[in-house]
């Protein structure tokens, strides 16, 4: 059972450059969402999914775009990657909105120089 | 808006019992959540409070008190690997589908 799935694992972008970092999961699950993680700062929501077609900012959304065409896949989507763009991303999925534990991917670390 | 609080590190040794804990304030609120982050891993679920009380799972064991806006997530009897970051997490928002994270508190289990 892969669960969430995320690539690529490590990705370098020069300042500019366009990007998508892939999620996917086999749970079926209704939900999925994408963090940034910083140091110090925790896990903050860039944007969310409740199911197909429908998607939502979260607390830091600037600067990314995401779609949900699938119940399974959720890209996240760098348009002009920025140097305080670098971070580790993570996607979560959890089974439905109300359901309170959420499932994570790998985490993708990103660097931009 | 919502805001979590925790110490940002605590050490204990080997065996020993350690509590780590988290205020917070939301506009809303259905819970608190707990979850583990080993280094260069993924966050990973821990345990979840909707009611006041203790909520025990093998040697770890979740507490909440929604008057006080407070919780805390105990480990009992450390062993080496419990070595991680902590987050508690709540769920708010105008249609309560965002997940808020504190910003961790790092464990360090010392032999």
């Known amino acids: 059972n892969a669960g969430v799935t995320q690539t690529p694992k490590f990705q370098v972008l020069k300042t500019g450059q366009s990007m998508t970092l892939q999620c996917a999961q086999d749970?079926?699950?209704?939900?999925m969402s994408w963090y940034r993680q910083d140091p110090g700062m925790g896990l903050r929501l860039i944007h969310y999914s409740v199911g197909a077609g429908i998607t939502d900012q979260g607390e830091v959304p600037n600067g990314y775009n995401v779609s949900r065409s699938t119940t399974e896949d959720f890209p996240l989507r760098l348009l002009s990657a920025a140097p305080s763009q670098t971070s580790v991303y993570f996607c979560?999925?959890?089974?439905?909105?109300?359901?309170?534990?959420?499932?994570f991917g790998s985490g993708t670390q990103l660097s931009v120089l | 808006g919502q805001s979590l609080e925790q110490p940002s590190e605590v050490t204990a040794v080997e065996g020993a019992i350690v509590q780590i804990n988290c205020t917070y304030q939301?506009?809303?609120?259905?819970?608190l959540s707990w979850y583990q982050q080993h280094d260069g891993g993924a966050p990973t679920f821990l345990s979840y409070?909707?009611?006041?009380g203790l909520e025990e799972t093998g040697r770890f064991s979740s507490f909440l008190s929604r008057s006080d806006s407070y919780g805390y997530l105990l480990l009992q009897e450390l062993q080496m690997k419990d070595s991680a970051s902590y987050f508690c997490?709540?769920?708010?928002?105008?249609?309560?589908?965002?997940?808020?994270f504190g910003s961790g508190t790092k464990l360090n289990v010392k032999p």
């Open positions: 749970m079926n699950h209704e939900y």
């Open positions: 997490a709540v769920r708010g928002g105008y249609n309560f589908n965002k997940f808020y």
């Open positions: 939301t506009s809303g609120f259905y819970g």
């Open positions: 979560a999925s959890s089974p439905d909105r109300a359901n309170e534990k959420l499932f």
């Open positions: 409070n909707a009611l006041d």
